[in-house]
């Protein structure tokens, strides 16, 4: 039986996400649409890391996100939001957005 590209690439974002979450005692995460892109999961770990990960299906994300216990959120607001640690590189690149 011959595997199809999508399903090793489903396999590949779990196997993805499961790391991030176990590299930082647990994590939760949100789902964005991001066009003709696809989907983009935001992951925010216990410790406050955060991640992403992009994928053709918001159910590649989900079924990736359930099998490694990351829960989904519908906002990336309130807990998650606050839990959320940004560094110098995250505030260089936020100013280089604003400023052209």
Do not use: K
């Not at 090793?8 to 196997?15: G, S």
């Not at 499961?18 to 892109?37: K, M, N, P, S, V």
């Not at 359930?66 to 690149?93: F, I, K, Q, S």
Request: net charge positive; glycine share 14%.
């Amino acid at each position: 039986m011959v595997e199809s590209s999508s399903s090793r690439r489903a396999r590949a974002v779990t196997r993805t996400v499961r790391r991030f979450a176990e590299a930082h005692g647990g994590a939760g995460g949100q789902i964005a649409y991001l066009g003709a892109r696809g989907y983009r999961l935001v992951l925010v770990g216990a410790d406050g890391a955060w991640g992403d990960v992009v994928a053709a299906s918001r159910e590649t994300l989900e079924e990736a996100a359930l099998a490694a216990g990351v829960e989904v959120r519908e906002a990336l607001d309130g807990e998650l939001a606050a839990r959320l640690r940004t560094g110098p590189r995250e505030w260089r690149r936020m100013a280089g957005i604003q400023i052209g």
